[in-house]
């Protein structure tokens, strides 16, 4: 373990949907699937907006911009049961998730801040066997607005006991990185396949990988503003499909 002066930041923040669990395919397949059953078209640019929203804010958007019947507690609990029956049938996690998440806290505590209501971290968590590797996990339903809002982000350090300014983050989606560095915090992107940020996005970002086997010790040392030779440039790249 590096010594406390030479660890870059203070602690470290996952997202999960896409960034350690591959759902976020699996959260559209579902909320379309509803949709249909219900003889409801799906809008133009509903799938990018609902990324990153708490579930108050997406079952609402299901409900009054998606036209589902029924009120959005409905709509929520229809859909979680869903995912959490995916869940127990085949979780799939993102390449080297298990193993990034040890790799950060070997070095400095970690917390989470992810869209996914508390049964939904629970599950994946247990199935990834990290559980007890996080100090502080927070759902944005736990906080006054999801995702782009840095409510959850700031919630987490919080928690953890760290200002937010001295920690890094690791998000997939445009909702999810514009939350952490509304937080302030230093933001590492992993721009999925499926609908990655825009550039101007991800040019907000410290630094852009292509796998999670490049989140290691020596990108954050490069990356922190404490290192005099960091460089916000060079660990950069066009990762989109």
Request: glycine share 6%; aromatic share 4%; with cysteine.
């Amino acid at each position: 373990m590096l010594a406390p002066a030479q660890t870059p930041f203070d602690a470290f923040v996952f997202d999960m949907d896409g960034t350690l669990t591959d759902t976020e395919a699996v959260w559209d397949d579902i909320r379309r699937d509803l949709a249909a059953r219900h003889d409801r078209p799906w809008p133009d640019g509903a799938t990018q907006a609902m990324m990153g929203m708490s579930t108050p804010e997406w079952s609402s958007y299901l409900v009054e911009t998606v036209g589902l019947p029924g009120t959005p507690e409905e709509a929520a609990q229809e859909t979680i049961d869903a995912m959490v029956e995916q869940y127990h049938r085949d979780l799939t996690l993102v390449p080297g998730a298990v193993a990034a998440v040890r790799r950060m806290a070997a070095e400095r505590p970690i917390g989470l801040a992810t869209s996914s209501p508390r049964v939904l971290i629970t599950a994946a968590l247990d199935e990834m066997g990290v559980t007890d590797l996080f100090g502080a996990t927070v759902s944005t339903e736990e906080v006054a607005a999801g995702k782009p809002a840095p409510d959850g982000y700031l919630r987490v350090c919080q928690l953890l006991g760290v200002d937010p300014t001295r920690c890094a983050a690791i998000e997939d989606s445009t909702n999810g990185i514009r939350s952490a560095l509304a937080a302030g915090m230093t933001v590492i992107a992993l721009p999925p396949h499926f609908h990655p940020p825009a550039q101007d996005v991800l040019d907000r970002c410290a630094a852009v990988i292509g796998s999670l086997d490049e989140l290691t010790e020596d990108l954050l040392v490069q990356i922190s503003p404490r290192s005099t030779t960091a460089s916000t440039t060079a660990p950069k790249e066009d990762t989109h499909p």
